[in-house]
């Protein structure tokens, strides 16, 4: 199982990382910096902070953390979907 | 039982734990010492990682950072654990598959030239070396404060215990000690923590506390609002606004994501792991162990700046606590009573015409020599007196170090004295991790990169371990040299140089080597020496030869010039390689087989 079109593999492991950077760069920079000030008064705040500022001292760290929970999943998905799981 | 006694038994254990560890796993082999012979489990890998990450300044001045500039030091919260991010879907899976014990290795490889490999190697030193002179002076630091011992012989007790397990253990034994040191981290760091938060907001989870409401005194008021009023009223701007520009906090921001992404000693920690697979598992491990304390010091950095102010502000100093007493004894904290009478008081900038905020003239407080007459060391009130003149130009006069707030939470909350204690190893063991970490990237660049690679290639595998003993033995002398006599302004600047230096070099260079597969070698080495030189003569230009803040490019303190660095690397790199052509079919066989992420071959020498 060793070469399944590691061009495909490749391919689908850029749109994973790219579409991942995506969300890391709005929930950090986005929501954290560029928009906070727009977020703190348009959006509900978080108990009693105000969104951007949440989001900036919290909310993005949280985020980190699921997008590398998504990436483990989503490339162990793929990885098997390409037959390049160990069989351990 | 005294509290000295209570801290020597805690730290006395913490480190009799350390040094049984590193002796039960000596390393014996260059695969041993090098990568800890590739067979750590992804999950202890992650607290090793998240314990040789954070550093004796993360744990202990983050906090007061946080408490001093409030939403402005959101850069170094995101920027620390974002970096995580690109580290694992852009870096280490890659790197690993490839299968090189070092850094510099992988760069030697990839650009195929002994020179780029000793560009990398100049590099890594430079990081390591400005990174652990740091952590040596804050564990003289802690030392000489704890037992009462002066801070250079504490550098030596310090330097001699990393040498005993990260020199004799190498890698292999560094990984065992730093699981344990993590969780003497992560206890001692959010312990504090909830006691603080309980007291203050009647909420056991201090993220929930800041963000629900103020518990002390007649009527609840949500507890940022009642930090807003606070900071408002003293004369700084409000807590959960910044002043910082947008433009210079963004390429903080990215600068410090990209440096750590690009710093050698916690990518090879990901070596350690076993394939592809476990890599990325090991880092999602590591990012959430390092969210357990990041998440946990915006939470003490408000509620003890809070504390902080209720209790010392217009209070009069004879009814001061003793905790303030003892922190203005070692020169942590100092009070001038401008206005003679008698009470402490605390303002901010915008008090005065003059804009600042500072108690006396210069940056931290002199004291006069200790056999001056009484009347220069104790002031009417019974306080401690400084030798720096006072600065009259705004009302206030409290002065306070960053890193009190950890320091001194404890303290302020009431806290028992085991709590101190563990905060005291915790700390302890911040300074010992990251400096075993950093030790070992140094020595193996030296032995491995160095003198196998480059100097002397006919070595043999025992001779490469003890190359590296004898590098790392030579390392922590200069460090400790440098810790006992720091260049001051030298290592107060470590994050601007070690994460600059890192975004600029390393992070493009890899990025490009991984995804990149016709970045030929004349690209890299441009690149890379145009983005470290540009960053480095930028930091120095404004932190030593007096550069003024008002020429600054964009308005980029040199904290965030790295980020423009990192640019210049890349479009440098792509623009010589338009013109040289692409790299060897080999070299792009090499690149291709790197994304496959199949059995990994283990590290061959």
């Known amino acids: ?88 | 039982m005294s509290q000295d006694t209570i801290n020597f038994i805690f730290i006395g254990l913490s480190f009799a734990l350390y040094i049984g560890i590193a002796v039960r796993s000596r390393a014996e082999s260059t695969k041993e010492y090098y990568t800890a012979g590739g067979g750590v489990s992804p999950f202890a890998n992650g607290m090793a990682t998240a314990a040789d990450w954070m550093s004796a300044a993360t744990f202990i001045s983050m906090a007061g950072t946080v408490a001093i500039s409030g939403y402005d030091a959101s850069r170094f919260l995101m920027g620390w654990t974002g970096g995580f991010v690109l580290l694992t879907v852009l870096m280490v899976p890659y790197l690993r598959k490839f299968g090189k014990a070092t850094v510099p290795d992988f760069v030697g490889d990839r650009y195929y030239s002994k020179f780029a490999r000793f560009v990398a190697v100049i590099c890594a030193i430079f990081i390591c070396m400005t990174y652990i002179m740091g952590q040596m002076r804050g564990v003289g630091v802690v030392f000489s404060q704890l037992f009462g011992i002066s801070i250079p012989f504490g550098v030596i007790i310090g330097a001699s215990i990393v040498f005993v397990y990260a020199g004799l253990g190498g890698m292999k034994g560094i990984t065992y000690t730093q699981v344990a040191q993590y969780c003497v981290m992560a206890f001692a760091y959010t312990i504090p923590a909830i006691f603080i938060a309980m007291a203050m907001t009647g909420n056991v989870i201090p993220q929930l506390g800041l963000i629900g409401d103020y518990t002390v005194g007649e009527q609840t008021v949500p507890f940022l609002q009642k930090l807003n009023n606070i900071n408002i009223e003293l004369g700084f701007q409000e807590y959960t606004s910044g002043k910082m520009s947008t433009i210079n906090m963004f390429c903080i921001t990215a600068a410090l994501m990209c440096g750590t992404a690009g710093l050698p000693h916690v990518i090879v920690r990901f070596f350690t792991v076993k394939d592809v697979r476990s890599v990325r598992c090991s880092a999602a491990w590591t990012l959430s162990f390092i969210a357990v304390i990041y998440l946990t010091a915006p939470t003490i950095g408000a509620f003890s700046r809070v504390n902080l102010i209720e209790k010392l502000h217009e209070t009069n100093y004879t009814e001061a606590p003793t905790w303030f007493i003892d922190f203005e004894a070692t020169g942590q904290m100092a009070w001038v009573d401008k206005n003679n009478d008698g009470k402490i008081q605390y303002f901010g900038p915008t008090k005065s015409q003059a804009g600042t905020n500072s108690v006396f003239k210069g940056k931290s407080p002199v004291y006069p020599p200790s056999d001056a007459p009484n009347s220069q060391l104790i002031g009417s009130n019974g306080e401690r007196l400084l030798a720096s003149k006072a600065d009259f130009s705004n009302p206030n006069e409290l002065w306070f170090g960053t890193d009190i707030m950890v320091m001194a939470n404890p303290y302020m909350a009431g806290l028992p004295m085991w709590v101190i204690a563990l905060l005291m190893a915790g700390c302890i063991a911040a300074a010992l991790s990251t400096a075993a970490g950093l030790l070992l990237v140094l020595s193996t660049s030296i032995s491995h990169d160095l003198i196998k690679k480059i100097i002397k290639p006919a070595l043999s595998d025992r001779e490469e371990v003890n190359y590296a003993r004898i590098a790392s033995f030579v390392a922590l002398v200069v460090a400790a040299y440098f810790g006992i006599n720091p260049p001051s302004a030298f290592i107060a600047k470590t994050v601007a140089f070690a994460f600059g230096l890192a975004a600029s070099s390393f992070f493009p260079t890899l990025l490009m080597g991984i995804f990149s597969s016709k970045m030929n070698k004349y690209g890299a080495i441009a690149g890379m020496l145009s983005g470290i030189s540009f960053t480095v003569s930028y930091i120095v230009y404004f932190q030593f030869l007096g550069g003024q803040p008002d020429q600054y490019l964009f308005g980029i303190t040199p904290e965030g010039i790295g980020f423009v660095g990192m640019l210049l690397n890349f479009s440098v790199a792509l623009f010589v390689k338009l013109f040289t052509g692409d790299a060897p079919e080999y070299v792009q066989k090499m690149v291709a087989e790197i994304h496959i992420p199949s059995k990994s071959t283990q590290s061959q020498k």
Not at chain 1, 27 to 40: M, P, Q, T, Y
């Open chain 1, 1 to 88: 199982m060793q070469d399944k079109d590691p061009l495909a593999h490749r391919l689908s492991c850029l749109k994973i990382t790219l579409s991942l950077l995506a969300i890391w760069f709005m929930v950090s920079f986005g929501a954290g910096i560029l928009l906070r000030d727009w977020l703190d008064v348009n959006f509900p705040s978080v108990g009693s902070a105000p969104f951007g500022f949440w989001m900036a001292q919290q909310g993005s760290i949280i985020g980190f953390i699921l997008i590398l929970i998504s990436y483990v999943y989503l490339m162990n998905r793929l990885d098997r979907k390409h037959g390049y799981s160990e069989e351990r």
